[in-house]
């Protein structure tokens, strides 16, 4: 048991320019185990209400993913609801439903409580923390956050900085907590609040990787349809800590693999709706979009 998950598990409603979906898996639970079970056995913590579709869980089970810490609560499960702006930059909170997620207290199984790869996946900082208190191991822990908890619990999340070992945000997110524009500085300011290593995510321009003196940067793959982004960073940090839990090396060579393979997930993502993009994939799916990063990268 190495790697587990805590994060969001959701019915989504998405509208785009072209298309509309609703009720379709998401959360950022979702995302982040199906993109790291192509690496590693993820075992997650989270809550679905009792209308939770049958089929999800088969397809969760479908890619090995542990299910024991998943709770399910009378009453309905999360939703959420997302409407983009044509050119994908935009994207519009349509709604917000908790439900059973309102009172979602994250409780690791015994079993869970030694892991050695800890993703705590985007829900508020004060859960995180809990999540923290629980495990008896001195893990690897990755964590992701979105602007609303920047917003309304920035004191939680800042001391949260402090128990962490990597931080993965956008750009956006890393202006708001640190003011500056300047990649560089921003990372050099996140660094100063705690995590050794820092990834600024910039959308479909790629991902810059921070540790110590060195960067890394990995550019986003050019597609030739991009249907649907949500979770492309959810899929980008499940598929990195995945990774690195199937590799067990933190040195900044592997690190750099870890980030490629995110991005190799976060693409296969926003060419469809939903998970479909990241589900049943082949080893040859991977390795194709792993070449094609190589060759991008070459000069
Ligand atoms: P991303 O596109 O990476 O921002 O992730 C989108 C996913 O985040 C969707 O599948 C939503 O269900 C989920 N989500 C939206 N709002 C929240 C929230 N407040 N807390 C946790 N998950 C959320």
Redesign the pocket.
Known sequence: MSLVIV??I?L?TIETSTHSVSDVP???T??CSLAASYFAKPHIVGVVGEDYPESVITLLKDHHVNLEGLVTEPGKT?R?G?RYAENFDNRT?LF?DLNVFETFNPALPDSYKKAEYVLLA??HPGLQHHVLDQLESKAFVVLDT?N?WIDIALDELKSLMQRINMLVINDEEALMLTGERNYGKAAAKLRDMGPEWVVIKKGQHGALLFHEDRIFAVPGLVLDEVLD??????SFVGALIGYLAQSKDLSFDNMKLALVFGSVLASYCVEDFSVEGITYLEEADLEERYDEFVIMNQF
Request: negative net charge; hydrophobic residues 30%.
């Open positions: 994060g969001s959701a989504d998401g959360g950022s979702t995302y999360f959420w997302g909170t917000t985007n829900i979105m609303l982004p949500t979770g492309a960073g959810d």
